[in-house]
């Protein structure tokens, strides 16, 4: 499998899965011989941008400085217990996915509050109003009770 096959982050995850598998110190011509036993064949300049990737990003230390060609690289606890770049990925999608459904859910909410509240303040206005009427005028104060044919004595 030619390496153009697969996305760089599967390209970083590939590494990494090789260095947590390994667990000792490897050296770069070490990585570049065991990769390609594992399938994918990788540029050399690419394997060197990935494990200065790895170093940033604190998953891979340099274990034994002896020059540019011959270091001797390690996995660090952090990334040894990495689920992987592509994982990680994945949840924070998940994550930005549910975040946005979250806030979708509410504004919901927000709008149903407000029209029930509106119909609610409509409803008690409108009694009140009606309050009034009969206060002004005394004479259809039975008039509901005799809409449901309710006598008033």
Request: aromatic share 16%; net charge negative; proline share 3%.
């Amino acid at each position: 499998m030619d390496i153009t096959e697969i996305t760089p982050i599967q390209q970083i995850d590939k590494v990494l899965d090789f260095f947590k598998g390994d667990r000792g110190h490897v050296s770069f011509d070490h990585v570049i011989t065991r990769l390609d036993i594992d399938g994918v064949t990788f540029n050399g300049d690419i394997l060197r941008r990935i494990i200065e990737k790895l170093i940033r990003d604190n998953y891979v230390y340099i274990a034994v400085p002896q020059g540019a060609n011959f270091e001797k690289y390690a996995v660090t606890f952090e990334g040894y217990i990495f689920i992987g770049y592509e994982r990680q990925q994945t949840l924070q999608n998940e994550e930005v996915f549910r975040i946005s459904q979250m806030e979708i859910d509410a504004k919901k909410y927000r709008d149903k509050l407000f029209w029930a509240t509106l119909i609610a303040g409509i409803a008690a206005f409108l009694l009140l109003l009606w309050q009034v009427f009969l206060w002004i005028n005394p004479t259809y104060s039975s008039f509901p009770y005799t809409i449901f044919g309710i006598v008033r004595k």
